[in-house]
Every structure is written in C-alpha cells, then in structure tokens.
Antibody, heavy 127, light 108 residues
Framework: QVQLQESGPGLVEPSETLSLTCTVSGGSLNNAYWAWIRQPAGKGLDYIGRIYSSGSLYYNPSLKSRVTMSIDMSKNRFSLEMSSVTAADTAVYFC?????????????????????WGRGTLVTVSP | EIVMTQSPATLSLSPGERATLSCRAS???????LSWYQQKPGQAPRLLIYGASTRATGIPARFSGSGSGTDFTLTISSLQPEDSAVYYCQQDNSLPPTFGGGTRVEIK
C-alpha cells in the first residue's frame, strides 16, 4: 500500500530555512495532490499548502510569503521549504495525500479529504 | 477563512457509552466537503469520515457522521478502549482548508 515518509533536519536556527521532503512508496505521485500540514505541540492542525503532480500550487495565505513547495516525479517525492522561521514554526510536520474526486452521473457529488498521512517529523526552531 | 469550532473540548465516558462530538462552522459547508479524523498520541491523524457521513476504509461501524450546513456531528455508538483519542473535523468547502480545535475523548 502507499506510504508517506517525511525527512529533514529536526533542528533549524531562527531566521533560517526549514526544508523537508516527503517520499512516497508503494505508489506514484501521478495525477494526485500532495499536501503539508503541521501541528504545534499540544495544538491543532494547520494547513500549509498543496502541490499537484503537474506542479500546480496552492499555499495557505497566512504562510504564502515564506513557503515554497516542489515535486520530483523521478524520485517520487515532494518537498517543503519555509523561510525566515521563528519559534512559532516549531511543530510536527505531516505530509499527506489529498484526495479530490467527483462521482459520475447526474447529481454526482464531489469529495475532498486527506486520506493518507506520513507519521510526521518534529522540527524545532532554536539557536 | 472558515472557522471550525468543536465541542466539548474533552469528553470522558465509560466503555459502551455513546459519544457525541459536535463541530460548528462559521459559514455553511457543503456536506461532501466535511471530514473527521482521529489522532492518537504520537501518531498521524487517521481519516474516519468523509462527505460528512461516509466511513473511510476499515473504519468500524460504531463511528457515524451526520449534519449539514454549519452543524455536524460525529457519533461513536459504543465506546471501546481503543477509541481514546483526539477527534478533529475539517472543512474543504473553501480555501484554505481548516480544522477544528479537536475534542479529546477519554475512556474512564
């Protein structure tokens, strides 16, 4: 089955750039959306953004000025960069598969949800 | 952005009891764009319900979702010890997708 695995430095200095990669195994990145979501310790889930296999992007406006996502089809992985980090960016970062589809026929419904998640990786921003 | 508010913050119930978790949106959400997730300590969230009422693959029948517009509910019909977790609702009706603050379900 498809599995996602985040990787990257666990410690980043303030004002530096956070860089994470999500490697997908057991499946292809093709024709799918891939997302990043983070969770500060003891808090809820915050959506960072998503990338389509074609490279189409959407970033949460609250982070847009600092976030860059990319995708590498040859290595079956996608990446997140977040610049000018502060302590407020300390969190567990999850990558996820974002499923979006519509059922066929008249009255068909469309659905959107995150159906597969990586285990998450803790990134601490500290000197 | 749409704000999702969950209540109660914590629910403490005994095994076999019924749990009712509420999720309220600041604007109307199309039912097909409302999902529920379960998160246990140290784990990633797991998709439970999508389309407000459709169970994801492998999710036990004791989990059910309902609601429309701005008010949605996750019901666990007969709590099991393994249901101890935090539950999040999430809307994808409008960008950006947003999550509720979560309801912690504790098993006495």
């Amino acid at each position: 089955q498809v599995q996602l695995q985040e990787s990257g430095p666990g410690l980043v200095e303030p004002s530096e750039t956070l860089s994470l990669t999500c490697t997908v195994s057991g499946g292809s990145l093709n024709n799918a959306y891939w997302a990043w979501i983070r969770q500060p310790a003891g808090k809820g889930l915050d959506y960072i953004g998503r990338i389509y296999s074609s490279g189409s992007l959407y970033y949460n406006p609250s982070l847009k000025s600092r976030v860059t996502m990319s995708i590498d089809m040859s290595k079956n992985r996608f990446s997140l960069e977040m610049s000018s980090v502060t302590a407020a960016d300390t969190a567990v970062y999850f990558c996820a598969h974002y499923k979006q589809y519509c059922t066929a026929g008249n009255g068909g419904n469309c659905f959107r949800y995150f159906d597969l998640w990586g285990r998450g990786t803790l990134v601490t921003v500290s000197p | 952005e749409i704000v999702m508010t969950q209540s109660p913050a914590t629910l403490s119930l005994s095994p076999g009891e019924r749990a009712t978790l509420s999720c309220r949106a600041s604007q109307s959400v199309t039912s097909s764009f409302l999902s529920w997730y379960q998160q246990k300590p140290g784990q990633a969230p797991r998709l439970l319900i999508y389309g407000a009422s459709t169970r994801a693959t492998g999710i036990p029948a004791r989990f059910s979702g309902s609601g429309s517009g701005t008010d949605f509910t996750l019901t666990i019909s007969s709590l099991q010890p393994e249901d101890s977790a935090v539950y999040y609702c999430q809307q994808d009706n409008s960008l950006p997708p947003t999550f509720g603050g979560g309801t912690r379900v504790e098993i006495k």
